[in-house]
């Protein structure tokens, strides 16, 4: 310490390990050595593409590299990268709808309806509260076909509760099924969702789920 100053400074420096050093082929291992070149970026993608996953496309690497410890990325550095591209090339929304116009061009019956900000004759209407990375509430709209399965008619994130929201939802969902509305409705207690029901199926009978009942 300079007292007169009253700053520190380095009297003394010594450049001598107390440790092993690393020993050089594992030095790519080190996070600040740990990177994708463009080659490998481009491989990864393409291998992605066809439905290869991330974990497969490493040990590939691997095996062109000549070993694990020749590959200067872990599977992790490959999960950021993909993240990274995600957001480069817009939102996660965004991303989302891309597909699904790439999905709607190669299937012309596939339905999907988003705004800025045939099934059966029992749906039931469940909401898991914001359990997801977003913390937006996932609503599932499923059902029982004649083989006594479960089938997912719809689902959607939502931003909020409100009683306008799920008015929307259930709109889309009757445009998607081409204006066939359903007999019957199961729902939680939520009180909100026995006025929904009611304007935009109101000949469904509602009903509470047996679970919340008991």
Request: some cysteine; charged content about 25%.
């Amino acid at each position: 310490m300079d007292d007169e100053l009253e700053r520190w400074y380095v009297a003394y420096f010594s450049d001598a390990h107390n440790h092993h050093v690393l020993e050089l082929r594992f030095s790519s291992m080190l996070l600040g050595h740990r990177r994708m070149s463009e080659a490998d970026i481009e491989q990864m993608n393409d291998m992605r593409k066809e439905g290869i996953g991330v974990s497969r496309i490493h040990d590939f690497m691997a095996s062109l590299a000549g070993g694990y410890h020749n590959v200067p990325y872990t599977t992790r550095d490959m999960h950021n990268v993909n993240a990274k591209q995600r957001r480069e090339g817009g939102l996660d929304a965004e991303s989302c709808l891309r597909y699904l116009r790439e999905c709607k061009a190669n299937d012309s019956v596939l339905y999907y309806k988003v705004v800025d900000g045939v099934f059966g004759d029992v749906v039931t209407f469940d909401a898991t509260y914001k359990k997801n990375f977003y913390l937006s509430p996932l609503v599932v709209l499923s059902g029982v076909n004649h083989h006594n399965q479960t089938v997912v008619f719809a689902a959607a994130l939502v931003a909020d509760e409100k009683e306008k929201t799920y008015v929307w939802l259930l709109q889309q969902l009757q445009t998607a099924m081409k204006g066939k509305a359903p007999v019957s409705i199961i729902t939680d207690g939520d009180r909100k969702m026995k006025s929904v029901i009611e304007q935009v199926f109101p000949e469904a009978h509602h009903q509470l789920c047996a679970w919340h009942l008991l």
